[in-house]
């Protein structure tokens, strides 16, 4: 947001200009009285007397002038600002920031978590600290980074936003949970390099183990053969991830890692120490993420702000090792990054509080313009979705009229082949069989004489077509099996559709009244139990399971489905 906030990324003039204020909770002691200025924001401080806690941040929000439209945006408020400029503070000053008092209070206190060993302010030096001073080269270097963050192309100052707030969390987390915190560490720098470390997979990037038993399995293929299946595998599969994590590292280190700033420190790693224990922490952080396993008590015992220790022969970063190393990767990272003053960029989806969700069906469901041959699932789908809550009789629900829709699809469905008109060709008939006689659409009978047949056969959309016409399909058990097996299994796909649950029940009891019907009561009762699990918000479905299993019953779906929805109206009746 501060970006957004600055106007950088503004194609028109800046139509409003908000002057924000907020509180920043903080260790952090200014050592003059006066501001200190950035292009992200300014802040102040209030007493150096006594114990306060408290910076007063200002920032000038500047609001785009808008096209014509719903709706004018005035201000985005403080919150988003000081959020963003706070971790930035936190992260480049070495200290603790946020908008919360209670957080920053927790962090400095000297009380320790029952989870862990130690309070944070003997794991790592500085941060946790009560007061944490900042000289005026310390001033000085905010200011120059915080203008070189905000100057960053859009996408390197996303991508750096979400790793400096990784460690900002991260840090956070060394007072309750040590190996979250030290894998959100690694993960803050992992982040980065598979964003822009530019690593193009080879074959030998590939998990060794896995790589031996695929070229095994291949030992008798053709070479063209080999190199396609390859290819597959690295266009899905992650590859080389701790060397990629590794090198990014050892790539962003700058001469100072080594020199000016461990003056003071105890144990700091050396180069040729460092990539095995980038290795070990990338190894850490993966045996957290998939076994809670956790790290050796050695790097947690505290006091000395070791940087490194050796653990059964091996040298591993500590956490006030690794915040150290993670800090300046990012930092170095940054630093040379190319800035540009304006970029053309559409923000508006990144604004805060702005969430995309899908629109209602009766938006779109009946608009003719944009139709091709993929658009049966989606067409399919928001129009199940009406009937379904109009069948439940929801408050607001409607079923749209798809008389243009449907004109259009009698000239498209000619065209397409079978796979892709069967979708259609139900969306035709199930909206035509809901209408009266005389309202049905002039083009029906001859669909119908068509592709009746075609529509009758084996499928998902025939499946919710005979169910919501009581057509008993005289398909065979096996075929019906699957016609509803592979619908569970298809429906998220590209060309698959989603009914609602109350359809999708549907289907399964009118499969399980078939087996009843049969004689198959325990087939019938499988049946209805995946149906129960399938909609287990519904009473009544859950009641007729119950029920069922002591008298075997006719399975009528509607009056099992919607017998709630038919008892309200009989009451408001």
């Known amino acids: 947001m501060l970006q957004i906030g600055s106007g950088k990324l503004f194609q028109r003039e800046a139509e409003h200009e908000n002057h924000l204020r907020g509180v920043i909770y903080t260790n952090l002691k200014l050592r003059r009285e006066r501001e200190i200025e950035t292009d992200a924001g300014t802040i102040l401080p209030t007493s150096n007397l006594g114990n306060s806690l408290a910076l007063v941040y200002e920032f000038s929000e500047l609001i785009e002038s808008q096209e014509n439209g719903p709706g004018v945006l005035i201000s985005h408020g403080v919150d988003p600002y000081i959020s963003d400029f706070s971790t930035i503070l936190s992260f480049a000053l070495n200290c603790i920031a946020t908008p919360d008092y209670e957080l920053t209070d927790r962090l400095l206190s000297s009380r320790r978590s029952p989870s862990t060993p130690e309070t944070p302010n003997r794991l790592v030096r500085r941060v946790f600290d009560r007061e944490v001073w900042a000289n005026h080269d310390d001033e000085v270097n905010f200011i120059s980074f915080v203008n070189q963050l905000i100057g960053l192309k859009r996408k390197t100052f996303l991508g750096v936003m979400r790793a400096i707030k990784t460690y900002v969390t991260g840090m956070h987390r060394i007072s309750d949970d040590l190996e979250l915190a030290y894998t959100l560490l690694v993960a803050s720098v992992e982040s980065l390099a598979q964003d822009f470390d530019e690593h193009e997979a080879t074959w030998e990037d590939f998990d060794p183990k896995k790589r031996t038993k695929i ?112 800090r300046h990767v990012i930092l170095e990272f940054i630093r040379r990054q190319p800035t540009i003053k304006k970029e053309v960029h559409d923000y508006h989806l990144e604004r805060s509080g702005i969430v995309q969700a899908p629109l209602a069906p009766q938006y779109w469901v009946g608009n003719v313009k944009g139709m091709d041959r993929n658009s049966a699932p989606r067409k399919l789908e928001g129009f199940l979705s009406q009937l379904g809550s109009y069948l439940l009789k929801e408050p607001g629900a409607l079923v749209t009229d798809l008389t243009a829709v449907l004109e259009e699809v009698e000239n498209l469905i000619p065209t397409l082949k079978k796979k892709e008109r069967r979708p259609f060709l139900a969306l035709y008939f199930i909206f035509n069989g809901l209408l009266s006689e005389e309202n049905r659409m002039p083009g029906l009978r001859k669909i119908n004489e068509k592709y009746r047949g075609e529509i009758s056969e084996p499928s998902s959309e025939a499946a919710f077509m005979n169910l919501l016409f009581n057509i008993t399909p005289q398909w065979s058990f096996c075929e019906h099996q699957e016609v509803i097996n592979r619908y569970f299994k298809t429906r998220d796909n590209k060309q698959g559709f989603r009914a609602p649950r109350v359809l999708e029940a549907g289907i399964l009891l009118e499969l399980a009244e078939r087996y009843r019907d049969n004689g198959s009561i325990e087939e019938a009762k499988l049946y209805i139990s995946r149906a129960v699990e399938n909609y287990p918000e519904h009473e009544g479905l859950r009641l007729f399971e119950n029920e069922f299993f002591e008298n075997n019953d006719q399975i009528r779906w509607e009056n099992i489905l919607l017998a709630d929805s038919n008892k309200d109206n009989a009451n408001e009746a």
């Open 215 to 326: 070229d095994r399995a291949l030992v008798s293929a053709n070479e063209k053969t080999i190199e396609n299946v390859r290819t597959a595998i690295l266009e899905i599969e992650h590859t080389a991830l701790a060397r990629r994590f590794r090198v990014f590292t050892l790539n962003n280190l700058g001469p100072s890692f080594f020199r000016e700033e461990v003056n003071g420190l105890l144990n700091p790693v050396t180069r040729e120490e460092l990539p095995g224990a980038l290795n070990i922490a990338y190894r850490a952080r993966s045996k957290y993420i998939h076994n809670l396993k956790q790290l050796p008590k050695l790097l947690t015992m505290g006091s000395s702000f070791s940087e490194t220790c050796r653990v059964d022969r091996e040298t591993w970063l500590t956490l006030q090792g690794l915040s150290r190393i993670v």
